[in-house]
């Protein structure tokens, strides 16, 4: 019954934190916006990336990506490759955004991890580039520099059309970091599962057996001390016993030879 009610206690507390920081978070927004936005935005934002990375994969595989029936088409053997790099792309999408959630409970929750958080912060900043560079291999092809981007150029004295324009790469950056950020702002809305209540209870059950075998120990300990100290005392008084019937000795010998 303990077990359950710490596990609820706490799971409690997570679901009131949740709805907190949501109620901060979307307070500004319609209601129908901000509902829409937390039902669907991390997975629009996915799919996005998903479709980016799965492109990505693919190139280099086949000449001509836009033409895969035909006598230069992709053949049986080639179009199982597309097919299959493809879903791989599409896989390597939102690890970004786990290592970020994975590198916040490792430097937030104790026992603090250090060897995760590294490998989490790495992996969170490797996998990030790669959907930036995702996104500007598709959009530096088609994407041309504007009248915006030829007078942020001019202000630091760069003329010309450049092959990366500051379009291109604010484009580029929007849904990477829109999914980073989305998944750092939702830090409080991670469900309590019952994997995470059980491993708390588990863990309240370890702190009070750690603390019953403490109590006995200690109680040991007293005992010990106790039993030692009685012992020290009735040694002390048959140390004294002896004594004093070894004097009532010698008197009885010198009272019989005069």
């Known amino acids: 019954m303990a077990q359950v009610n710490h596990g609820a206690s706490a799971g409690d507390q997570m679901n009131h934190d949740a709805s907190a920081v949501d109620q901060a978070m979307h307070a500004a927004l319609p209601n129908w916006y901000a509902a829409f936005q937390k039902t669907f935005g991390l997975s629009f934002l996915i799919l996005c990336s998903a479709y980016l990375m799965g492109k990505l994969a693919t190139l280099g595989w086949v000449a001509d ?3 895969p029936f035909g006598p230069h ?3 049986w053997f080639n179009a199982a490759g597309v097919i299959l790099f493809f879903l791989g792309g599409v896989t390597i999408a939102g690890i970004a955004l786990t290592c970020s959630v994975s590198f916040v409970r490792a430097v937030t929750v104790r ?3 250090p060897i995760l958080a590294l490998f989490t912060l790495l992996g969170m900043v490797v996998f990030f580039g790669i959907e930036v560079w995702a996104s500007l291999s598709e959009r530096s092809t088609y994407l041309v520099a504007t009248p915006a981007d030829k007078a942020v150029l001019a202000a630091f004295g760069i003329h ?3 092959p990366i324009s500051p379009t291109v790469l604010v484009v580029s950056l929007m849904f990477p970091l829109g999914t980073l950020y989305f998944g750092f702002v939702q830090q409080g809305r991670i469900r309590t599962t019952a994997a995470d209540l059980a491993d708390e209870a588990a863990a309240y059950d370890r702190r009070i057996l750690r603390a019953k075998k403490q109590a006995q120990l200690r109680v ?3 005992r010990g001390l106790v039993g030692a100290a009685r012992a020290a005392v009735d040694a002390a008084r048959q140390d ?3 004594d004093g019937e070894m004097g009532d000795t010698s008197q009885s010998d010198t009272a019989d030879f005069p």
């Open 160 to 162: 010309g059309t450049p």
């Open 73 to 75: 088409g992709w053949g």
């Open 240 to 242: 004294g016993s002896a």
């Open 65 to 67: 990506l836009q033409t």
């Open 111 to 113: 026992p603090r991890q």
């Open 220 to 222: 040991v300990r007293a």
